[in-house]
Each structure stands twice: as C-alpha cells, then as structure tokens.
C-alpha cells in the first residue's frame, strides 16, 4: 500500500535529511524502503547495525540510506550533521523513530536548516479509502475491528489483531520504554494504560489516577508525557482563550490505537480524534500551518468534542454522535467564542444530512472523515 506521505518524503530527501517518525509498526521503515530500489538499512536496535553505524561504515553508491531507531544513540543529532556536513546529502538521509516528534524538535542548533521533518500516523478512512479500499464503510468497520495500524488492518481479522495488539504493546513498554527512560514500574504503566481505556472521551484527574495507582499525582503526569513521547497516547487539552466562564482544565487522553477502546462510542470519538490530529500534523509538516487541537466543555457540562486551531485561531468545531441527528445546543453556547470558525456534527447512522440557518452542517460521520481533506479548512 502507498502511503499518503510517500511523496512528500521522496521529493524532500532530495534536499536535506528527512525526519520520520510516529507510532511504533505505522508503516515508517516500508514507506522508507519503498522509496527507492537501491538503499542501505541500519537499525541502531540491531548490534551488527550498531557498530557500522558508529564506526560510519555502509555503501555509499546507494540512493539512500535509512537510520532506523536512531534516537536511542547518545548525541545521535550532532552524529548525524556531521554526516551530513562532511558527505552532503548523497546518499540521500532518512531517519525514522517511534520516539515522538517533540524529541525531533529539540534538534535546535545540531541540525538546524538541515532537516524536514514528519509524523507518519496509522491508516484512517481517507488514507484507506484512498490507496486501499475505495468503499468507505467497509474501511470504517474494519479501522473500528482492527485499528489503523497497517498490519493489523491489512489482515482484517479480529483474532489476529488481539495477538498483535498484545505483543504491540509489550514492545511499546519492554523496548522502546525501558529505551529511553530510567523506569522500572513497568507493571504500573500498564496498569495506567488500562486505567486510560475506559477514561478516553472524558477529561483525566491526575489525581483519580494517582490513588487507583497507588502513586503521588506527579509520578502520573509524568509517566503520561512518557506515553505520550513514545506514541503509545496523546493529549486533547482544553481550549479556553476569550471564554469568559472557567472550563474544566484536565486534559483528554486518547489512543492511536483506537480498536484499544472498548466503549464503542468513545472508540467513534478517539477516531475522530486521530483522524483530525492526522490532518492538524499533515498541515504543520508538509505546509508549514500551525495547528492544534483541543475540546470545549465548561464545568456545568456543557460541551463539543473538537476545536480545531490553525496559525493560532478557531477554524474547525466538531461534535460527534452516534446517531443523534438533532443539532446540539452546545454550539449555540461556544459560537459567541470561536468567531467564524467552521462548524460540524458528524453522526455516524444519520437518515438525513443538513445545514442550518446559521452554517452549522450535519453530516455523515463516515463520509466526512472519508474526504476530510477537502472539507478541512486552513485558514480562519
């Protein structure tokens, strides 16, 4: 399968050295491989690699030479511009990692004006609907069976994506978490992550966490933001710019694992989740936008699912339901605060699509997110 950022790395590692990362088996390593016939492949994880890659040792007449895991070598950073400063860019660089993109960004100086960089996210329905299966439904059950992760998509079988899922996580925690961090409570990560599932769609107390764990608050913010660096989870805050009424401050968690969820409408949002942070990240890279996403909900229980930030302003508000086609009053309360921003609830069985007086659409959740490109505005 192609995969949508394909293109954009081939054509960027023509100038400089690309940065891959994203979830641990998204596909990084094959879409590198696919680029070009003629490479070189180093995992720092493997130790026959690992001593080439410290003593600079691979062909140097093939098109491209990948660095796989390469984050988990010390000063890999100031290693790899000095390949670049004293080789130039042929063979072209491809750097892939399932360390978060926040590692990547605190190059700083080491590689900076040397480097593109890109989140590579699972398959969601467009991508899927786009170089797979061109028949959204279909697309839509399988991604809620067996995740987006390609893997387990491809095969489409229930029994094989639960043997994967385990392993998958087992990776995650034994391997690139003991990797990178100096923790050993692994059995309480995976107790947090259990904890997490039932919690995806609702805003997170750290300290409901802490005393189900047993641990003070900080440990549990801590070992988040570690969940976080290594794609096993991300955060949705809270958006509360000129809302004059205090909103709830806790943040949402919500898995690139999505088949992880076990409520089958949290499992809807947390897919709704990826797909839009999928588009907000696409944007950042491949377009230079700035963009983030948060939820609004006030501490009287008023609430949308998704505002959507671009270059800093409101430009996407999204609430998702099963099957309630009835407008929510919700976006009546938020209006007066996101200015112009595009409005939309997305129903999954909805009989009938429609737009209100005042701009809001109601839309099929599986055809949105289906052409969700085209639908995504940039600009407010």
């Known amino acids: 399968m192609d995969r949508y950022l394909s293109p954009l790395v081939k054509k960027d590692s023509d100038k400089k050295i690309v940065l891959l990362s994203g979830p641990r088996q998204s596909g990084k390593t094959t879409l590198a491989k696919q680029l070009f016939d003629n490479y070189e492949y180093l995992n720092f994880d493997a130790s026959e690699d690992r001593t080439s890659i410290f003593k600079k040792q691979w062909r140097r007449d093939v098109e491209c030479v990948i660095f796989d895991e390469l984050h988990k070598m010390p000063k890999w950073k100031r290693w790899v511009k000095g390949i670049y400063d004293t080789e130039g860019n042929r063979p072209r660089l491809i750097v892939t990692g399932s360390a978060n993109l926040d590692t990547f960004r605190k190059v700083g100086d080491s590689l900076a004006g040397r480097y593109f960089q890109y989140r590579l996210h699972p398959l969601d329905i467009e991508e899927a609907v786009t170089f797979w299966q061109n028949n959204p439904q279909e697309v839509f059950q399988r991604l809620m069976k067996c995740s987006g992760f390609p893997e387990p998509f491809l095969e489409g079988s229930l029994d094989f994506y639960k043997r994967w899922q385990r392993s998958h ?10 990797d990178m961090y100096s923790i050993r409570s692994i059995k309480s990560i995976e107790l947090l992550v259990d904890l997490l599932k039932p919690r995806v769609s609702s805003p997170t107390s750290y300290s409901n966490l802490a005393r ?5 608050p900080k440990s549990v913010q801590n070992w988040l933001t570690m969940l976080e660096n290594i794609y096993a989870l991300f955060r949705v805050t809270p958006y509360h710019d000129n ?59 008023v609430e949308l699912d998704f505002l959507v930030l671009t270059d800093g302003r409101p430009t996407l508000c999204v609430e998702v339901k099963m099957s309630d086609g009835n407008l929510s009053k919700s976006f009546n309360y938020f209006r007066k605060f996101i200015g112009e921003a595009q409005c939309v609830q997305l129903v999954l069985n909805l009989k009938r699509e429609y737009d209100t007086q005042d701009s809001i659409q109601v839309r099929n959740l599986v055809s949105y997110l289906a052409s969700l490109s085209s639908a995504f505005p940039t600009k407010a």
């Open 243 to 301: 809302i004059s009424r205090s909103l709830l401050k806790e943040p949402k968690f919500y898995f690139y694992d999505i088949a992880r969820v076990s409520d089958e409408g949290a499992r809807l949002e947390n897919l709704v989740a990826c797909a839009l942070l999928k588009r907000i990240q696409f944007l950042e890279d491949a377009h230079g936008y700035k963009g983030s996403l948060h939820y609004l909900r006030t501490k009287d229980g």
């Open 212 to 216: 189900d764990l047993q641990v003070d």
């Open 169 to 178: 996580l087992d990776i995650i925690l034994r391997q690139d978490f003991l």
